[in-house]
């Protein structure tokens, strides 16, 4: 019996004329409210539509996820639209000096200074035309900074109560990352990303929103093109998450990578890409309930100014810095 009122509690009957009658109308205005939105990267803008679901962007460690997360974080807060941004590894001043930098380097590639050295600087004065930029939409973007003890219920707790604030809009909800997250139901990592990314998609179906989870990959596929088997856990998120994107080294689907039959040269040909000033990415898609999956979009990657460019392939021309952004 006790089965059955948890049965109860969870599942419910609508009736569907009395839902277009009642909740149809009250949903579509909900849901479309966030469907103007970009991502502010013209190549994937182009080409998909940046709509309400759980999405999920996994790459290997250092090759830029965090980064191309935080960017897309302050591409769309220059929108006008808020960014509720969970940093459970790097620190507020961390993330907001990747933005000045990001910032300068825009403005003057010649005098533009790592975040490194932005926090480092005794002159805070040299910042002040990034601050001032940054300043025209920095208050659509609230952060929180999490550690490597940090529970999926605390987020859920601290999304709700941000929720239950005033707000025009609802809120892109960002989390960096996925295999930090806690689960105190267990300790098994497999479990506990399992556990972790249905409540996510828990959280976003409730409040209707853009949900973006960074995902740690597999060591073992350093050297192979990026794939759901990549995924750590990737069970769970293949078929939970509406959008996954998978980012590598642009090498890894060259031709001439594939020919090399030694592991020796896949990684001196993958150290070497690495090393590379623009690093050449590709974000793939793997899954899009929304369109169309296995699309590629190449982006030229500045490690040193924390920016990612539409690559100079998409252009048909090589990628500059100095875009004025006064």
Not at 84 to 100: A, D, G, P, R
Not at 241 to 266: C, T
Request: proline share 2%; hydrophobic share 35%.
């Amino acid at each position: 019996m006790q089965n059955e009122k948890t049965s109860k509690n969870y599942l419910t009957i609508s009736n569907v004329n009395d839902y277009i009658q009642d909740n149809l109308e009250q949903d579509i205005c909900s849901f479309s409210a966030n469907t103007f939105l970009k991502t502010g990267f013209r190549n994937i803008d182009q080409k998909n539509t940046f709509l309400p679901g759980l999405y999920v962007l996994g790459a290997i460690s250092s090759l830029g996820k965090t980064t191309f997360a935080h960017q897309l974080a302050d591409q769309i807060i220059q929108q006008n639209h808020p960014v509720l941004f969970f940093s459970l590894e790097q620190s507020k001043l961390e993330l907001v000096t990747k933005s000045l930098s990001r910032i300068m380097a825009l403005q003057d590639a010649d005098t533009a200074k790592t975040s490194a050295e932005i926090r480092s600087c005794a002159d805070i004065s040299t910042i002040n035309r990034a601050k001032k930029f940054y300043n025209r939409f920095s208050a659509y973007l609230s952060i929180v900074e999490g550690n490597f003890n940090t529970t999926i219920d605390e987020i859920k707790t601290c999304i709700d109560a941000y929720m239950d604030q005033s707000h025009e809009k609802t809120p892109v909800i960002m989390i960096d990352y996925l295999q930090i997250i806690k689960c105190r139901h267990t300790n098994d990592t497999c479990q506990s990303v399992e556990y972790c990314i249905q409540e996510l998609k828990h959280i976003q179906e409730k409040y209707k929103c853009i949900l973006i989870v960074v995902s740690a990959i597999n060591r073992q596929n350093y050297l192979n093109t990026i794939d759901f088997s990549a995924f750590k856990n990737s069970g769970a998120i293949e078929y939970t998450a509406d959008v996954v994107w998978g980012m590598q080294l642009h090498i890894l689907s060259e031709a001439s990578y594939d020919e090399l039959w030694s592991i020796n040269k896949k990684r001196e040909s993958v150290v070497n890409a690495k090393s590379q000033t623009p690093r050449e990415i590709q974000i793939c898609v793997l899954k899009n309930r929304f369109g169309h999956s296995g699309g590629i979009y190449e982006f030229d990657y500045f490690p040193a100014y924390d920016y990612f460019a539409v690559s100079k392939k998409y252009w048909g021309r090589p990628n500059a810095l100095k875009i004025n952004c006064r």
